[in-house]
């Protein structure tokens, strides 16, 4: 028998799911249902998914498995990539099967022992990492953005996460050869500056040279 034959209401199971979710964590887990946006009568059928106010969430499923349901979770997602990421979740795959058979009150312990108990606490770990990643991504943009400035450029962001930090210094052919800089300028999220084809005049390169002195360990007479 199959859980589509039980004839399971996926939406009052997953409902009545919610309401002891709710009453075993003591009103601390403040689970919702999650309304749904796919227009597809057979998918919505089969799948509902619970949701708190930080965005955790669980999925459950009557199609995956012969007479079980399958529950499984998400992650916080950055630049493409779930947090925390697989190898900082000491072995904790996201995901269960139950019975299709179970009472409600039974699926919802099923739940909070075998997933909760461990996803909840990944899943504020991971809203950590993101964050201090965004931290970093806007500290990137800032610095990038004052350094172009003090040369009148403008900043080259990309797309999102991808190809930031970038700026280029043109150099003006105006001045006659030998004359003008020009460069790429990559800053990265550690706060250090990468300077790649810069070309300088001899005059330019000796000062900055001198200026380096003091950072390459060179000793000074």
Sequence with gaps: MTATETKIDI??????VCHYLRTYSDGQQLWEVE???SDNDYWN??????????????F?????HEGRIYISVDFPRYNGYSLPYERER?????????SATKTPAQIAKDVQRRLLNDYLPL???GLEIKQQLENKLNAQKALTER??????ETVSNGNGTTNVGHFYIRKDYSEGAGKGISAEVQVNQDGTVDFKRLEVPTELAEQILKLCLPYCGVAKE
């Design 60 to 64: 459950f499923s009557t199609s995956r």
């Design 35 to 37: 309304p749904k946006e």
């Design 90 to 98: 000491n072995g904790f795959d996201g995901s269960i099967t139950v």
């Design 147 to 152: 350094l172009a400035a003090i040369v009148g």
């Design 11 to 16: 939406d009052q199971l997953v409902g009545t």
């Design 123 to 125: 899943y504020r770990k």
């Design 45 to 58: 059928k089969e799948h509902a998914n619970l949701v708190l106010g930080n965005g955790a969430k669980l």
